[in-house]
Nanobody, 126 residues
Framework: QSRLVESGGGPVQSGGSLRLSCAGS????????IGWYRQTHGSAREAIAC????????KYADSVTDRFFISRDNAKNMVYLQMNTLEPGDSGIYYC???????????????????WGRGTQVTVST
C-alpha cells in the first residue's frame, strides 16, 4: 500500500526555522514527483513546492520562494522541506503528496496528485 508520512512540524517563533520530512513507502519512490501543500486557517489548501522524481528540478510558490527549500533522498525514500524565516502566516497543516510522472517534471496541482500524507501541524508565533 502506497503511503506518505509527514513529520517535523511543531511550534516555532517568528523568524525561526523548521525542517519537515515526508517518508514514502509501498511504491517506487523515484518514479514519483513529490509536492508540499499547506492549509492555513480559513484558507484553501495551496501548493508551495514540488520536486521531480530524481530531484533535478524544483518549483516554489511565490509566497515561499527564497525561504523554503525542497530536497529529496531517494536512497532513504525521503523528501524534506527546509523552512526558514518563518512568519505567522506560514502556520497551518503541511501535507506531502505524490504524483507518478513519466518524465522529470513536477506539477503543483492538487487534483493531479495520486496520494497524500495526513499532514503535520506548523505553528509560528510572534
Amino acid at each position: 500500500q502506497s503511503r506518505l508520512v509527514e513529520s517535523g512540524g511543531g511550534p516555532v517563533q517568528s523568524g525561526g526555522s523548521l525542517r519537515l520530512s515526508c517518508a514514502g513507502s509501498g511504491f517506487r519512490f523515484g518514479d514519483y514527483a513529490i509536492g508540499w501543500y499547506r492549509q492555513t486557517h480559513g484558507s484553501a489548501r495551496e501548493a508551495i513546492a514540488c520536486i521531480t522524481g530524481r530531484g533535478t528540478k524544483t518549483k516554489y510558490a511565490d509566497s515561499v520562494t527564497d525561504r523554503f527549500f525542497i530536497s529529496r533522498d531517494n536512497a532513504k525514500n525521503m523528501v524534506y522541506l527546509q523552512m526558514n524565516t518563518l512568519e505567522p502566516g506560514d502556520s497551518g497543516i503541511y501535507y506531502c503528496a505524490a504524483q507518478i510522472m513519466l518524465h522529470e517534471l513536477c506539477i503543483m496541482y492538487e487534483p493531479d496528485q495520486d496520494f497524500w500524507g495526513r499532514g503535520t501541524q506548523v505553528t509560528v508565533s510572534t
